[in-house]
Nanobody
Framework: EVQLVESGGGSVQSGGSLRLSCAAS????????MGWFRQTPGKEREGVVI???????SAADSVKGRFTISQDSAKNTLYLQMNSLKPEDTAMYYC??????????????????WGQGTQVTVSS
């Protein structure tokens, strides 16, 4: 069974940092498009940072220079390092996996497996 389990969310003040983790089972990250997404009430889930099978990454403009995606192959775990957090980063964060593609997108519809989500709250 393919499964993703996130952890590491919490509350932090503006300017602070958090690192989210996503442990995978049932598949290996190197064989899939991987991504972090976020969602706030009443809004669509949006792509934050994605990683393709070659390890290339792509970030949304709103988080470029602040958020970094990485993976530990030995632990089969994906990470999202979030620095210089802003109140507008407050959201439920999800990791996701999708079939490997030549170019991995930030379109949530391209991802088929999702974690349960972890809440990130940034106060001003």
């Amino acid at each position: 069974e393919v499964q993703l389990v996130e952890s590491g969310g919490g509350s932090v003040q503006s300017g602070g940092s958090l690192r989210l983790s996503c442990a995978a089972s049932g598949f290996t990250y190197s064989s899939a498009c991987m991504g972090w997404f976020r969602q706030t009430p009443g809004k669509e889930r949006e792509g934050v940072v994605i990683m393709d099978t070659a390890g290339r990454t792509s970030a949304a403009d709103s988080v470029k220079g602040r958020f970094t995606i990485s993976q530990d192959s030995a632990k089969n775990t994906l990470y999202l390092q979030m620095n210089s957090l802003k109140p507008e980063d407050t959201a439920m964060y999800y990791c996701a996996a999708g079939p490997a593609q030549r170019v991995c997108s930030q379109d949530r519809n391209d991802y088929t497996t999702w974690g349960q989500g972890t809440q990130v709250t940034v106060s001003s």
